[in-house]
């Protein structure tokens, strides 16, 4: 676990459970045809964006700021960006990337992503960094966001000389991985015999 990330809680007593188990993850796996050809394309991935998260997040940071609707789940009631909140949440983002590609998919990483889920919700949100915030992130803001967190990151990935093959290869990992996060990440807005 990384401790120096305020609020980073993987494979602590901190994270939730998740009530999805392998099984259920094998046949979402499956579904968004994530292969171990894609789990090798991942720590690839990982190794590329390693010394680049802060440029990603810079591009990430600066798509969710240009847009006062998505800036709004960062900042107060009343609409004023909380900076202090926004540096604390990118930290667990630039892990959040390394996560994704180089974590093994099992139950620890699986009760991270119902943490991750919680996080964005009534239940838990604004309580790993106690700010006054809007309470909620709507679902369809965090499955719209899988198209720019996919289609930013393919420039990411080219920059360390890999053939265009291995770059396709890594962004259509990255893409099948941040889908499969976004499924997860849904499961508390639903109902458990909808979800």
């Known amino acids: 676990m990384n401790t120096t990330i ?10 939730a459970r998740s009530p999805v188990g392998l099984e259920e993850l094998d046949r979402l796996k499956a579904t968004v045809m994530f292969t171990e050809e894609d789990e090798r394309a991942l720590r690839m991935a990982g190794d590329v964006l390693e010394d680049q998260t802060q ?25 004023e960006p909380i900076q202090e909140y926004l540096d604390r949440v990118r930290s667990r983002f630039a892990q959040w990337i390394l996560d994704a590609c180089r974590r093994p998919y099992d139950q620890t990483w699986l009760d991270y992503q ?5 996080r964005h919700t009534h239940e838990k949100k604004n309580t790993a960094d106690g700010a006054d915030s809007v309470d909620n992130i709507s679902l ?17 990935l080219g920059k360390k000389g890999h053939s265009a093959e291995q770059v396709e ?24 015999d909808d979800w």
């Open 169 to 192: 290869a890594m962004h259509q990992a990255w893409f099948k991985a941040v889908t499969l996060h976004v499924a997860l990440w849904s499961r508390p807005y639903v109902r458990d």
């Open 114 to 118: 119902e943490e991750i889920a919680l």
């Open 140 to 156: 369809r803001y965090i499955i719209a966001f899988i198209y720019p967190i996919t289609a930013t990151m393919r420039e990411f």
């Open 6 to 15: 305020p609020g980073y809680a993987y494979g602590s007593d901190e994270a």
């Open 55 to 79: 440029d990603v997040l810079e591009v990430w940071y600066g798509f969710v700021s240009s847009h006062p609707h998505l800036v709004a789940y960062f900042s107060t009631p009343d609409g």
